[in-house]
């Protein structure tokens, strides 16, 4: 029962720590690094609060260095599937039951723990498992994990104390109540912090859930889950599932009481588990609510009036930080002719500056993609680029996997705007540009919109306010989240509510209250203090 009206913590960014040479956490993380890569972890599957082992495992290894064993996780056989989701609606009998405050206690203690003591193990474990340099791992799975957790609490708070308005004869108040049945999380590898968000804002809203993190994020996901641990998510709430994505999926999307998938991950394999709720929507209890972020062939556009030294930082910054690895990463450009050769010089001259290799070495600014799938498509589209006679790689092209998965950061000019990889999602450090005449600015903007499937991110560099106008509105569908004058990624919780559109998802904005009321379900209560006796209204009398 509450007892009275609660205020959580005003929820703040979390600073971002700098990890120069001889600072206190330079020198925690690469202490916990060389620890964690040094020994070898085992990974069982967590159900019901309890670590489950089974008899099939897999190996990890480092992208960067793919011979080296980190260590083994469990793969869940159908039976687990089950048990995962029985003990999650037994644990829904007291979890949707619990005071809302005490569930908020429970996630802002895990995002002080991350904060302070997981601090350097978050991190190097992201680090090991997905490639990231320390800055990359700092900002994913230290402070945008904790910016997850604490904003959603006080996004929680505010969603609770907005309520019907009422009158003299009658209480109108609003519950808004956790669905009932099981959510699923399915979560990606790319950022720690959607793999923790993604089932952690479902549980705080009193939902239970089984959790499929990507095989090539087991990693860091064992600490999330003893971070959840530790902070007292109580047994059954979310319980976590390695192994065959098929088999997992159809398991839990086949059950009655399934209400909801929290997805970021392909476009495809969105589309797909989709289709397979459609099919069995005669089967379920409620109607499944379906939140997915998806794949993205994200934009920069030039304009003529553009500064060429903040163009090219941001297609080096936007296009190959994490390897070309983000959502929001940019891989085409459309630059005008007039900027292009300065624009040409100092990318040049800052991509050829990066050092590449291991994590650990904190002079690299890239290191390696995230497994040998990954690499062999990124050098198919490369290898394709050199034989076309409409592309020509300008920077990079370069490749090597023999011990680690290393493509070199890769610039194709193309002069035909369909070119295969102005509208193919890579998933890599490649970015394709395409060079318009600069007075075919509209024109641009039409061609930036037509191009791809995808509406995620994008950006617009211009000092003409003008230009900066007619591009806003020119493109208004083909991004859910819209830079002027800066680099397509980087959106902060609370800040910058991120989700796209068409084929990039349902666009409903992680990091923002739109996302958490997804996972409610809300009963409207109607207290009337002077209930009517007659059924007689006034028209009636003669």
């Given at each position: 029962?509450?007892?009275?009206?609660?205020?959580?913590?005003?929820?703040?960014?979390?600073?971002?720590?700098?990890?120069?040479?001889?600072?206190?956490?330079?020198?925690?993380?690469?202490?916990?690094?060389?620890?964690?890569?040094?020994?070898?972890?085992?990974?069982?599957?967590?159900?019901?609060?309890?670590?489950?082992?089974?008899?099939?495992?897999?190996?990890?290894?480092?992208?960067?260095?793919?011979?080296?064993?980190?260590?083994?996780?469990?793969?869940?056989?159908?039976s687990h599937v089950e048990e995962a989701i029985a003990t999650a609606l037994e644990a829904r009998k007291t979890w949707s039951q619990m005071p809302w405050?005490?569930?908020?206690?429970?996630?802002?203690?895990?995002?002080?723990?991350?904060?302070?003591?997981?601090?350097?193990?978050?991190?190097?474990?992201?680090?090991?498992?997905?490639?990231?340099?320390?800055?990359?791992?700092?900002?994913?799975?230290?402070?945008?994990?904790?910016?997850?957790?604490?904003?959603?609490?006080?996004?929680?708070?505010?969603?609770?104390?907005?309520?019907?308005?009422?009158?003299?004869?009658?209480?109108?108040?609003?519950?808004?109540?956790?669905?009932?049945?099981?959510?699923?999380?399915?979560?990606?590898?790319?950022?720690?912090?959607?793999?923790?968000?993604?089932?952690?804002?479902?549980?705080?809203?009193?939902?239970?859930?089984?959790?499929?993190?990507?095989?090539?994020?087991?990693?860091?996901?064992?600490?999330?889950?003893?971070?959840?641990?530790?902070?007292?998510?109580?047994?059954?709430?979310?319980?976590?599932?390695?192994?065959?994505?098929?088999?997992?999926?159809?398991?839990?999307?086949?059950?009655?009481?399934?209400?909801?998938?929290?997805?970021?991950?392909?476009?495809?394999?969105?589309?797909?588990?989709?289709?397979?709720?459609?099919?069995?929507?005669?089967?379920?209890?409620?109607?499944?609510?379906?939140?997915?972020?998806?794949?993205?062939?994200?934009?920069?556009?030039?304009?003529?009036?553009?500064?060429?030294?903040?163009?090219?930082?941001?297609?080096?910054?936007?296009?190959?930080?994490?390897?070309?690895?983000?959502?929001?990463?940019?891989?085409?450009?459309?630059?005008?002719?007039?900027?292009?050769?300065?624009?040409?010089?100092?990318?040049?001259?800052?991509?050829?500056?990066?050092?590449?290799?291991?994590?650990?070495?904190?002079?690299?600014?890239?290191?390696?993609?995230?497994?040998?799938?990954?690499?062999?498509?990124?050098?198919?589209?490369?290898?394709?680029?050199?034989?076309?006679?409409?592309?020509?790689?300008?920077?990079?092209?370069?490749?090597?996997?023999?011990?680690?998965?290393?493509?070199?950061?890769?610039?194709?000019?193309?002069?035909?705007?369909?070119?295969?990889?102005?509208?193919?999602?890579?998933?890599?450090?490649?970015?394709t540009i395409y060079l318009y005449e600069d007075d075919a600015f509209s024109e641009t903007l039409k061609l930036v919109d037509s191009t791809s499937d995808?509406?995620?991110?994008?950006?617009?560099?211009?000092?003409?306010?003008?230009?900066?106008?007619?591009?806003?509105?020119?493109?208004?569908?083909?991004?859910?989240?819209?830079?002027?004058?800066?680099?397509?990624?980087?959106?902060?919780?609370?800040?910058?509510?991120?989700?796209?559109?068409?084929?990039?998802?349902?666009?409903?904005?992680?990091?923002?209250?739109?996302?958490?009321?997804?996972?409610?379900?809300?009963?409207?209560?109607?207290?009337?203090?002077?209930?009517?006796?007659?059924?007689?209204?006034?028209?009636?009398?003669?």
């Open positions: 029962m509450g007892k009275g009206f609660f205020n959580v913590p005003i929820a703040i960014n979390e600073p971002v720590k700098s990890y120069a040479p001889g600072s206190p956490e330079r020198d925690a993380v690469l202490k916990a690094y060389k620890s964690m890569y040094n020994s070898k972890v085992d990974v069982p599957l967590y159900i019901n609060g309890q670590y489950i082992s089974t008899a099939n495992k897999k190996e990890m290894s480092p992208p960067h260095d793919h011979k080296h064993i980190v260590g083994t996780y469990h793969l869940a056989e159908k405050e005490q569930r908020a206690g429970i996630f802002l203690k895990a995002a002080e723990l991350i904060a302070g003591p997981y601090r350097a193990k978050i991190n190097a474990a992201t680090m090991i498992a997905q490639s990231k340099t320390i800055h990359q791992a700092e900002i994913d799975s230290a402070c945008e994990l904790v910016d997850f957790l604490r904003f959603n609490v006080q996004f929680m708070m505010d969603i609770y104390s907005e309520q019907p308005e009422s009158t003299s004869d009658a209480w109108n108040r609003v519950e808004y109540r956790p669905l009932e049945g099981f959510t699923y999380a399915v979560t990606p590898f790319n950022f720690t912090a959607i793999a923790g968000n993604l089932p952690a804002c479902m549980a705080l809203m009193g939902n239970v859930v089984v959790w499929k993190p990507s095989d090539s994020q087991v990693y860091s996901a064992k600490v999330i889950m003893d971070v959840f641990e530790e902070a007292g998510v109580p047994a059954g709430v979310i319980n976590v599932v390695f192994g065959d994505p098929v088999m997992i999926s159809e398991t839990v999307l086949s059950s009655p009481d399934f209400s909801g998938l929290h997805f970021t991950g392909s476009t495809f394999v969105f589309k797909e588990l989709w289709k397979q709720i459609g099919n069995n929507i005669h089967n379920y209890k409620t109607y499944p609510r379906i939140v997915g972020e998806t794949g993205g062939k994200d934009f920069i556009v030039a304009h003529k009036t553009a500064n060429p030294r903040q163009v090219a930082t941001a297609i080096a910054r936007g296009a190959f930080e994490f390897q070309g690895q983000k959502c929001s990463a940019a891989s085409r450009a459309y630059i005008p002719k007039g900027i292009w050769n300065e624009v040409k010089e100092i990318l040049t001259e800052q991509v050829n500056s990066f050092k590449m290799g291991s994590p650990e070495d904190m002079s690299n600014f890239i290191t390696a993609v995230i497994h040998e799938g990954s690499f062999n498509k990124l050098v198919k589209y490369i290898e394709q680029a050199k034989a076309d006679s409409d592309a020509e790689i300008i920077i990079g092209g370069g490749y090597d996997k023999s011990k680690g998965y290393f493509i070199e950061p890769t610039v194709i000019l193309t002069t035909n705007p369909q070119y295969t990889t102005m509208h193919t999602e890579l998933f890599g450090p490649v970015i995808y509406a995620l991110t994008g950006a617009i560099l211009s000092k003409d306010r003008y230009a900066i106008t007619e591009a806003t509105t020119a493109l208004q569908n083909s991004a859910g989240n819209f830079y002027i004058n800066d680099k397509p990624t980087g959106a902060v919780v609370g800040q910058q509510p991120f989700g796209g559109a068409r084929a990039s998802g349902t666009n409903d904005k992680a990091g923002s209250p739109q996302n958490l009321m997804r996972w409610v379900s809300t009963r409207l209560i109607k207290e009337t203090f002077v209930t009517p006796t007659d059924y007689r209204y006034p028209f009636l009398g003669e």
